[in-house]
């Protein structure tokens, strides 16, 4: 029989008061999965997170972690489970190695594993020295280092790019890469597209609660057709695209103008372009990204497109 699902969350909802933070949120995430859940802020992961790991009650909708779906399940299944969201304050006087033993200490885990944790999040050489010493970097790892005590086989991250610079998020997806090598599931949240992009498995992209789209990120990057095409006059160009038959979308962007395409007849296009005295200074396949497919999921939420942007 095949495992069931490490998370499996069904219609799961969550109203606060006029605010529906989540909104009947149905996903999997199977072992071994790197498994992001993006979207804007606002967009109801906190939440998700918090009701997996029985901070929250859902209002509506149920989830099951390693398919224990029953409170006392829940219970049991947590101890399996290693969260940034149970992080304890770290003692800024104390070392970094004495505050794990502390972590330990309120997990009731034994205080074993606490160098092995140090070595997978690259403080082995820093393990002594005082906790406020540390980089921003560093207190995140060892904040990593704490969730990892009880040799979690589920480790949840939410927004663990946060504030670091790219230094710092290079540290976070080296230490992701090293736990999913050693096969543990990763659940991480973050509303940083093209940093998580490079070490998710698998992606669903929320807005306003919702789940916009769940898969591979290949399956979510679109498989249509587009082309980036660059020429002097881009009123002239879209004027011409308004009646292409087979543009079926345009979008402007930095580096020229997208133009989603029924079928992959770039020659076609040009040729139409010329026609109507456009002449184009590069025209070229376009693959979309992540991001692409993130804004066009998330579109309207200017706040965010910011955030993402900066
Ligand atoms: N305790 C709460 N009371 C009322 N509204 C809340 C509470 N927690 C979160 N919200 C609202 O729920 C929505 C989702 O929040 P959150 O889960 O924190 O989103 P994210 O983590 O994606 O930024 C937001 O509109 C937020 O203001
Ligand atoms: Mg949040």
Redesign the pocket.
């Known amino acids: 029989m095949p495992d069931s699902p490490v998370i499996q969350t069904f219609e799961l909802s969550k109203q606060?008061?006029e605010?529906r933070?989540v909104d009947r949120v149905s996903i999997a995430v199977e072992r071994g999965q790197v498994f992001g859940f993006l979207?804007p802020?606002?967009?109801?992961?906190?939440?998700?997170i918090g009701m997996l790991m029985g901070i929250i009650t859902p209002t509506a909708g149920s989830f099951a972690l390693f398919g224990a779906s029953d409170a006392k399940g829940h219970l049991a299944a947590r101890a399996r489970v290693g969260a940034t969201l149970e992080t304890p304050n770290f003692y800024p006087y104390m070392s970094g190695r004495d505050n794990l033993r502390v972590a330990a200490t309120i997990k009731d885990v034994g205080s074993d594993r606490i160098d092995e944790c140090l070595e997978i999040v690259g403080l082995a050489g820093r393990g002594r020295h005082r906790f406020r010493t540390y980089s921003l970097g560093m207190k995140q790892r060892l904040a990593l280092a704490a969730t990892m005590l009880n040799d979690p086989e589920l480790v949840i991250l939410d927004e663990p790019a946060n504030g670091l610079d790219p230094q710092g998020m290079k540290e976070v997806r080296d230490i992701i890469r090293i736990l999913a090598d050693r096969g543990k599931t990763i659940f991480l949240?973050s509303?940083l597209l093209w940093e998580v992009e490079r070490m998710c498995t698998h992606v669903a992209i929320v807005r306003k609660?919702q789940v916009m789209k769940v898969g591979t990120v290949a399956e979510i990057v679109s498989e249509q057709v587009r082309a980036l095409v660059r020429v002097e006059d881009t009123g002239a160009l879209e004027a011409a695209l308004a009646d292409y038959p087979d543009a079926t979308g345009v979008q402007t962007t930095d580096e020229g103008t997208v133009v989603s395409l029924k079928s992959d007849d770039l020659a076609g296009l040009n040729r139409y372009l010329a026609a109507r005295g456009i002449y184009v200074s590069h025209l070229a396949r376009h693959q979309q990204t992540l991001e692409d497919a993130f804004i066009e999921l998330t579109q309207g939420d200017y706040g965010s497109m910011t955030e993402i942007a900066s």
């Not at 802020?41 to 998700?48: E, F, H, L, Q, V």
Request: without cysteine.
């Open positions: 606060f008061r605010v933070a979207g802020n606002g967009s109801g992961k906190t939440t998700t949240s509303h609660g």
